[in-house]
T-cell receptor, first 119, second 113 residues
Framework: EPEVTQTPSHQVTQMGQEVILRCVPI?????FYWYRQILGQKVEFLVS????????KSEIFDDQFSVERPDGSNFTLKIRSTKLEDSAMYFC?????????????????FGEGSRLTVL | QKEVEQNSGPLSVPEGAIASLNCTYS??????FFWYRQYSGKSPELIMS????GDKEDGRFTAQLNKASQYVSLLIRDSQPSDSATYLC?????????????FGTGTRLTIIP
């Protein structure tokens, strides 16, 4: 069964360092997302991406964050200068159609997550 | 007002009983509703989607939607210990033409053998 894959599964970094989290969405999916979940808290939307551009971003997604689809398969989240409060699980997701689309095609499928620990 | 609201639990249900999970949402225009299951330290896993008022059944799971009351629920019949997890209600919320899947805080369910 097709799945979303994420690397690394766990990254430990020093405050102020740059981090890149990588995702390979399901191959026929066109819409890509990043969510994060701070330990013990809710899953929070960060950004959605379609047709090589950001379609929506949350207030969390400030200038230290960026996303890129550098080739036909990878979708990356870069955090430029990490802060302690960036420590969280970061989930990539993809969908065949937009989230508001007809039944089933807008359903999101999540990767296993990348746990980021900022020291 | 919280966009998607759930009782955080924990909810304890005896094995074999029915577990009932509830969710309310703020956006009256929402059309798409989902239930995800999340085991500790794992990613959300889609278990049910519902788009129309009424009930939708899939195996032991039944999702119920009432758009007039802005309420969606999940029933788990014949609860098993493996159903012990956090259940996340998720709703597509619209914001000036943009849509995003928004999660509630989740309800932690424990099935007691």
């Amino acid at each position: 069964e097709p799945e979303v894959t994420q690397t690394p599964s766990h990254q430990v970094t020093q405050m102020g360092q740059e981090v890149i989290l990588r995702c390979v969405p399901i191959s026929n999916h066109l819409y890509f997302y990043w969510y994060r979940q701070i330990l013990g808290q809710k899953v929070e939307f960060l950004v959605s991406f379609y047709n090589n551009e950001i379609s929506e971003k949350s207030e969390i997604f400030d200038d230290q964050f960026s996303v890129e689809r550098p080739d036909g398969s990878n979708f990356t989240l870069k955090i430029r200068s990490t802060k302690l409060e960036d420590s969280a699980m970061y989930f990539c997701a993809s969908s065949e159609g937009p989230s508001w689309a007809e039944e089933n095609t807008g359903e999101l499928f999540f990767g296993e997550g990348s746990r980021l620990t900022v020291l | 007002q919280k966009e998607v609201e759930q009782n955080s639990g924990p909810l304890s249900v005896p094995e074999g009983a029915i577990a009932s999970l509830n969710c309310t949402y703020s956006d009256r225009g929402s059309q798409s509703f989902f239930w995800y299951r999340q085991y500790s330290g794992k990613s959300p896993e889609l278990i049910m989607s519902i788009y129309s008022n009424g009930d939708k059944e899939d195996g032991r799971f039944t999702a119920q939607l009432n758009k007039a009351s802005q309420y969606v629920s999940l029933l788990i019949r014949d609860s098993q210990p493996s159903d012990s997890a956090t259940y996340l209600c998720a709703v597509i919320l619209t914001n000036f033409g943009n849509e995003k899947l928004t999660f509630g805080t989740g309800t932690r369910l424990t099935i007691i053998p």
